[in-house]
């Protein structure tokens, strides 16, 4: 089970995110996109030169959309989808701000392990709990807030942080080959706190962390 995304604006699916890109191995010809949405980040993998590109989406809507994208596209919560994958199969698995969304990622995660090539590597994005405005609202106003998008979005069920995300890979048969702070805040605040307190809180500036992850 993972979430109710019929509530969610069509905005949702169809964010392009082009600062992952990066993140994806060049040569990777292989891929699987949990949470595909559209299939628009699907599109740019296929004109760098992946030969193949598989999604599983939860909405049927954006499932049916990314079919024409898509070499093959599963509907459904990804946990029940886990069989229909083949194993030892894909060169990249990418989850762009899903894992949050669903209730047990630890699992889902040690189970895909399994759907990668001998090489092959799981890259994420993950909203970042500690992102300055998230942690300044709690300390300061004391708030904890639900709301429609963002890091504090009410269809998420888990929340973490640089560590935990480290902690996530590293307890489920991973190691972790990069992570790194993307869409860092142009405000001054948190370089103004870390003056303080020694580079400390050097991870509140990022909205999310990538990781590129590979099994054990």
Request: glycine letters at 6%; charged letters at 25%.
């Amino acid at each position: 089970m993972s979430f109710d995304i019929k509530t969610k604006p069509e905005i949702y699916f169809n964010v392009v995110r082009k600062e992952m890109l990066p993140f994806v191995p060049s040569d990777a010809r292989v891929t699987l996109e949990i949470g595909c949405g559209d299939g628009n980040f699907a599109e740019l993998l296929l004109a760098r030169g992946a030969l193949e590109v598989w999604g599983i989406e939860y909405e049927k809507e954006q499932a049916d959309l990314a079919q024409e994208r898509m070499m093959k596209v599963l509907v459904g919560d990804v946990a029940e989808q886990l069989t229909s994958l083949p194993d030892n199969y894909f060169d990249v698995i990418i989850c762009n701000d899903v894992l949050e969304h669903l209730i047990d990622p630890y699992t889902v995660i040690s189970k895909l392990r399994y759907k990668l090539k001998k090489e092959g590597v799981m890259i994420s994005s993950i909203p970042n709990i500690r992102y300055f405005r998230n942690l300044f609202d709690y300390f300061f106003n004391k708030n904890w807030d639900y709301t429609d998008s963002g890091i504090m979005d009410k269809t998420h069920f888990r929340f973490f942080t640089y560590r935990s995300i480290r902690k996530m890979f590293e307890s489920n048969g991973y190691e972790v080959v990069k992570m790194e702070g993307i869409n860092p805040t142009k405000s001054i605040r948190p370089f103004i706190w870390n003056l303080f307190f020694l580079g400390s809180f050097w991870d509140i500036r990022y909205l999310q962390f990538a990781t590129i992850a590979r099994p054990k």
